[in-house]
């Protein structure tokens, strides 16, 4: 009984064990498959060779042991079986000698315990299986608890306007607080810019501001109204987010333009959005124009070139909000001034937060915010690198 339930718990832990090998091997070959111009850059191909075959290593041991384990127990499974086997004819055939017992009943009796035997091996073989989708059962319930986000419909964002306030806002990623009783007003349809060091807060207001994260304390209004309570698909669809690094997937050129536009477009307005963006010269020097592929997270394409393709889908969605995060940081001087001629445009009369290091990018601004990430009252704790 104990070693039939000892195959099963130790195989059970053995499955634990190899799955968080093989999550440690995938997890190892996906960084380091993104991360290729790093490694070859550093010339740290050797030293990834080797954190690679340590995994190997690791999953093959965790493998080998396990077999090693299960076939063992199997044999004392199958001994057991045999030395059960054999006490029963054993001690039938001295009982029977001795007039104890007689035959039919001993072959009553063994096939009843052969049968009783049988039925705990499979009772056994379910707590094993059982076991083993514990974890990911465990796992998934943990998925289902968590949190999600409001799957309202969307009706039209035409109620919505009006002055954005903040009003004493505080955020902190876990216990590191990053943005502490932020109070400010945002005019209806003015620009205000955001400017302060690296690290001060800036993208992660704009993630408040998307509802990607709550504040812990404090409010941010549009209007009278808590942008919290707001439906949140149009609260999103209000808004046009150019983001600091920009956002692209495997697909075609034009693809990632029209991603996520929920409208009807014309040729006219798409050609026109690529004007805007300053990506007409370098789309009609690709061999296949709008139509050429470009891979996972818009490899094949310089810096710029992302950048200015997330900005042709800014000037698509002709938003209600706009928020750019130093969406011109990595444009040369020609191509940032004519971009900026075409935000200027885009953002008339339209409520616009701008993020920028430059003053030249901030100088038409409206109102200007400054975060500074010393203001805190709690003061930084010292920590050692
Ligand atoms: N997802 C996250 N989890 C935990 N901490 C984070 C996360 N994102 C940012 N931080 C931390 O929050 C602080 C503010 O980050 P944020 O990206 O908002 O800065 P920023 O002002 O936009 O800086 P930059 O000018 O360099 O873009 C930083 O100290 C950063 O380490
Ligand atoms: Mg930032």
Known sequence: MLSAYGREKSSFHGNERIQGKNAGLTGHLSEILSNLPLVKEFCAEEWE???GNHWIHQLFQVNISNSL???LLLQLKNLASLLHTTAMIGLGLWMISHNEI???IWVAFYLYSQNLLNSFSRIMSIWGTVKSSQRAVRRITELMAEQTEPDDPCTGSDGMKGDILFENVSFS???QPVLKNLTFTAPEGKTTALVGPSGAGKTTFFQLFERFYSPDQGSIRMGKTDIFKL???QWRRMIGYGPQSPYLFSGTIRENILY???RPVTEQELLQAIEDSQCSDFIRAMPHGLMTRIGEGGSGLSGGQRQRISLARLFLQNPKILLLDEVTANLDPESEYRV?????RLRK???????AHRTSAVKDADEIILLNSRSFNTPVPERSL
């Open 173 to 175: 990623y876990e216990n």
């Open 102 to 104: 007689t035959l039919d």
């Open 260 to 262: 996520g536009i929920h």
């Open 49 to 51: 060779k080797k954190r």
């Open 69 to 71: 384990i299960t076939n």
């Open 231 to 233: 439906p949140l698909v």
């Open 349 to 355: 009369g339209r409520t616009t937060f701008v993020i």
């Open 340 to 344: 900026e001629q075409a935000l200027a």
